[in-house]
Nanobody
């Protein structure tokens, strides 16, 4: 089982910055892709950014140039540096991690509990 603990959310003014962290702990063999999703009130959950084990990143068009996703494989932690925040970035941000319990098992997903980011205008 994998437990994901997120931190770093909060209230910030437009144009400000926040850094989210998500640390994976528990019993697992390996972690593959890690990602951040967000869900705004009344909207569907959407992918914000993802990062492979080797560090290749992918971003939603709405955050390109403003957000940076990184990871520390030694700490099983993924980060999301969010700069130039806009009110439309307000949402609950969720960490998503692909992991497997043994080398021959398929990867399955785990989700964090979510952390609220509120950007005021």
């Amino acid at each position: 089982q994998v437990q994901l603990v997120e931190s770093g959310g909060g209230l910030v003014q437009a144009g400000g910055s926040l850094r989210l962290s998500c640390a994976a702990s528990g019993t697992f063999f390996s972690i593959n892709d890690m990602a951040w999703y967000r869900q705004a009130p009344g909207k569907q959950r959407e992918l914000v950014a993802s990062i492979t084990h080797s560090g290749t990143t992918n971003y939603a068009d709405s955050v390109k140039g403003r957000f940076t996703c990184s990871r520390d494989n030694a700490k099983n932690t993924v980060y999301l540096q969010m700069n130039s925040l806009k009110p439309e970035d307000t949402a609950v941000y969720y960490c998503n991690v692909e992991h497997r319990s043994t080398w021959f098992m398929p990867y399955i997903e785990a989700w964090g509990q979510g952390t609220l980011v509120t950007v005021s205008s």
